[in-house]
């Protein structure tokens, strides 16, 4: 196991006997071929549908649909956060997000767009975590009650 980081103060040694002994000296199993892109995209999506709920969250602050997009925004972040662990143990570093992220100019089609990715999600063939179909499609259902409310 390649170390690229590691955290000020630790003890690299000591991190390569645990990895060791919990590993029974088997090499880490290789990512499958597109497996890192395929990672850093997702992470990539999260991010970004995180500040899209963040987003339309402030926009329709004092609605009873604040509460729902605060709580997906909270979901793909710690979606995120878990996605970015796997990139860590696969790659050895942390994946950078791009920290600017294009507002919608019309908030049921930014709605509608973010319902697509969701369930685009579902469908991965293999996802690198299994709660992560559970989470989208659960989000895509949530962002289709707004979109219904909204419209009638």
Same mark, same amino acid.
């Given at each position: 196991? &390649?170390?690229? $980081?590691? /955290?000020?103060? =630790?003890?690299?040694?000591?991190?390569?006997?645990?990895?060791?002994? !919990?590993?029974? =000296?088997?090499?880490?199993?290789?990512?499958?071929?597109? =497996? &890192?892109?395929t990672?850093?995209?997702?992470?990539?999506e999260?991010?970004?549908?995180?500040?899209?709920?963040?987003?339309?969250?402030?926009?329709?602050?004092?609605? /009873?649909? $604040?509460?729902?997009?605060?709580?997906?925004?909270?979901?793909?972040?710690?979606? &995120?956060?878990?996605?970015?662990?796997?990139?860590?143990?696969?790659? =050895?570093?942390?994946?950078? !997000?791009?920290?600017?992220?294009?507002?919608?100019?019309?908030?049921?089609?930014?709605?509608?767009?973010?319902?697509?990715?969701?369930? !685009?999600?579902?469908?991965?063939?293999?996802?690198?975590?299994?709660?992560?179909?559970?989470?989208?499609?659960?989000?895509? &259902?949530?962002l289709?009650?707004?979109?219904?409310r909204? !419209?009638?």
């Open positions: 196991m &390649e170390i690229r $980081e590691f /955290p000020a103060g =630790g003890d690299i040694q000591n991190l390569n006997a645990v990895y060791e002994r !919990v590993t029974h =000296g088997e090499a880490p199993a290789s990512p499958a071929p597109g =497996g &890192e892109e990672l850093e995209r997702l992470i990539d999260a991010a970004g549908a995180a500040a899209m709920y963040e987003l339309l969250a402030l926009k329709l602050r004092g609605s /009873p649909h $604040e509460r729902t997009l605060r709580r997906l925004a909270a979901e793909e972040k710690e979606l &995120e956060r878990k996605l970015q662990a796997d990139h860590l143990i696969l790659t =050895g570093d942390t994946h950078a !997000v791009p920290t600017a992220y294009p507002s919608a100019p019309y908030l049921l089609r930014a709605l509608g767009d973010q319902a697509r990715r969701e369930l !685009v999600r579902v469908r991965l063939p293999l996802p690198p975590l299994p709660e992560l179909p559970t989470v989208s499609l659960r989000h895509a &259902e949530a289709r009650n707004i979109i219904a909204i !419209v009638y």
